[in-house]
């Protein structure tokens, strides 16, 4: 795999441990609720 794979591949990986970490305590129905949080991990 290139470099530029991998860079990318960690990228995502270290989007979804910030989403996870930010969202441990937030309850589904909250989160669906939220448009703008909703939008922004859809864009992370």
Do not use: G, P, W
């Not at 795999?1 to 441990?24: F, T």
């Amino acid at each position: 795999m290139s470099k530029d794979h991998k860079e990318y591949l960690r990228h995502i990986q270290d989007e979804c441990s910030y989403i996870l970490s930010v969202s441990k305590n937030l309850s589904s129905e909250d989160f669906l609720k939220d448009e703008t949080l909703k939008r922004a991990v859809v864009r992370s």
